[in-house]
């Protein structure tokens, strides 16, 4: 009877152990009313002149921001305190010739990228972040994306979608 009882046993910690993992995953929370979880996707480069007229920085020259909803759920719970409200977008992000992890979140009412960078070879270990405002315009082709610091104690540098089309001459 007590190998019977001890037998249930195994299983029932197993299932409360990967239940207690699930819930410590981060999840998304999709807003397709949110402009910038809903337009950032693509690649966005520097408009120097509109950058240099507001003051920004010019760099990095260039983002290229990929979706990958499940990249929310690989995201370790050591960063809890950081995320601390909703994820509305994650995947990877390209800044010039690296590739990171990213997800869309929001601080003081901001939204706000936060990129992790790798160290010790935990792909997680550093998480940067910068606000971020987008502009939607009337066709997608042309939409602003403003980047920001981790404080708003800056001006932001402004984006313009790169045209991956091929170009068709004429």
Known sequence: ??????????????????????????????????VVASRIEGVWVLHEDET???????????????RDDKAAGRIPAKHKE????????????????DTFPFVLTTAHGNPRVVVFRPAAGDAYATPQAFNVMLCPAMEKSKDKLFVGGDKNDRP???????????????
């Open 1 to 34: 009877m007590k190998k019977q009882l001890l037998l249930l046993a195994v299983p029932a910690v197993l299932l409360s152990a990967s239940a207690a993992l699930v819930q410590g995953a981060f999840e998304l929370k999709p807003d397709k009313d949110n």
């Open 52 to 66: 240099h007229h507001i003051g920004g920085e010019k760099r990095p020259q260039g983002f290229a921001f990929v």
């Open 82 to 97: 950081l995320l601390a409200h909703d994820l509305y977008l994650a995947g990877e992000v390209q800044i010039e010739r």
């Open 156 to 170: 932001f540098s402004v984006y313009v979608r790169k045209d991956l089309a091929p170009d068709k001459g004429g």
